[in-house]
């Protein structure tokens, strides 16, 4: 008989073994549930320090894989949510050791209740370096939650179509941002409206999203661009950035940029293209007339 603590079809016993006693904890994880985080959650000691980083695309969430009402748990537990759209990492970890493995934070994934999948498990040391590497990418380039970030991811789901969508894989780059100027034809390249030289333009640009075939209504597509637009780097610079004066914003985004190694050949117009993409997908965000200044 497999011992419960390592029973791969009851990882949670692990997880909470591992927070009974942490004064920090950490979970990385793409998909999250409140079924799955409420008993972790029940066993950390109320005075421990609670950080999430997790994705919120709204095609995942449509299928209760992924649950943006954990912002309102953890925030009542005084943490934080981040999100980067493309996190695929599951890991747990405190200032003293750490689980990573294949075990996500649902009820399936850590077999709360009945046997889930089969998962693993590992234990190791925070201190590993490819944890480290793992947590300062994530750290550098993640956004973090806020309220308006969970109701228009909340609402990108529920416009999403009934019938199933045709997913596609983003690329897989951190440092993804638009270089396309014209946000506006995005959904017309998408809608199957506009000639092939255009497309190959913009079609690196829905790769890039990660945007599901099958989105019927511009307004569906718009909504979910900017679902994943308020994850990950582009949403921190949109955090960050707006507010400022245009010339304080280019400073700020090249600063981000500068600290991530990432090259700019014209910080100005890398502002202005993401300025426009931010303020035509993102409600709440405005873009002043006549100039790239963002405010919210």
Same mark, same amino acid.
């Given at each position: ?10 990882c ?5 073994e ?6 920090? =904890? ?5 998909? %999250? ?7 972790? =959650? ?9 950080e %999430? ?5 709204p ?11 954990? &912002?309102?748990?953890?925030? *009542?537990?005084?943490? +934080?949510?981040? =999100?980067h759209p ?11 050791s750490a689980?990573?493995?294949s075990?996500?934070?649902?009820? *399936? /994934? ?14 190791t040391?925070?201190?590993?370096p ?10 550098a ?11 228009? $991811? ?13 997913? $596609?894989?983003?690329?897989d ?18 809608? /199957?409206?506009?000639e092939?030289?255009l497309t ?5 640009e =829905?790769r ?5 075939? /099958? %989105?019927?209504s511009?307004?569906?597509? *718009?909504?979910?661009?900017g ?13 960050e !950035?707006? *507010? ?12 981000l !940029?500068?600290?991530?190694?990432? +090259? ?16 035509? &997908?993102?409600? /709440?965000?405005q873009?002043i007339?006549?100039? +790239?200044?963002? %405010?919210?």
């Amino acid at each position: 008989m497999t011992q419960a603590n390592v029973d791969p079809q009851r990882c949670g016993f692990r997880v909470l073994e591992l927070v009974s006693t942490a004064a920090a =904890l950490t979970i990385v994880a793409p998909f %999250i549930t409140s079924a799955g985080i409420r008993p972790i =959650l029940t066993e950390l000691p109320q005075d421990a320090e609670l950080e %999430i980083y997790t994705r919120w695309r709204p095609d995942e969430v449509a299928a209760g894989v992924s649950d943006p009402h954990i &912002f309102d748990l953890v925030g *009542n537990r005084g943490g +934080t949510v981040s =999100l980067h759209p493309i996190v695929h990492a599951k890991g747990y970890l405190t200032g003293s050791s750490a689980l990573v493995g294949s075990a996500n934070v649902t009820g *399936n /994934g850590l077999g709360w209740g009945r046997p889930g999948a089969v998962e693993i498990l590992v234990e190791t040391s925070p201190s590993d370096p490819a944890l480290v590497a793992l947590m300062s990418v994530l750290r550098a380039m993640s956004s973090t939650a806020t309220e308006a970030d969970r109701d228009a $991811v909340l609402a990108a789901a529920a416009a999403l179509p009934a019938a199933p969508l045709q997913a $596609v894989e983003p690329v897989d780059r951190t440092d993804w941002l638009p270089s396309y100027r014209m946000p506006e034809v995005l959904w017309l390249v998408y809608d /199957g409206q506009r000639e092939k030289e255009l497309t190959d333009f913009v079609q690196p640009e =829905l790769r890039a999203l990660g945007v599901p075939n /099958g %989105i019927q209504s511009e307004p569906a597509f *718009n909504a979910y661009v900017g679902a994943i637009l308020r994850q990950g780097f582009t949403g921190r610079i949109a955090q960050e !950035c707006s *507010n400022l004066s245009t010339i304080k914003a280019v400073q700020r985004l090249t600063e981000l !940029c500068m600290a991530r190694g990432i +090259t700019i050949e014209d910080p100005g117009l890398l502002w202005e293209t993401l300025a426009a993409w931010i303020a035509r &997908f993102m409600p /709440g965000f405005q873009r002043i007339s006549g100039g +790239t200044r963002l %405010i919210r």
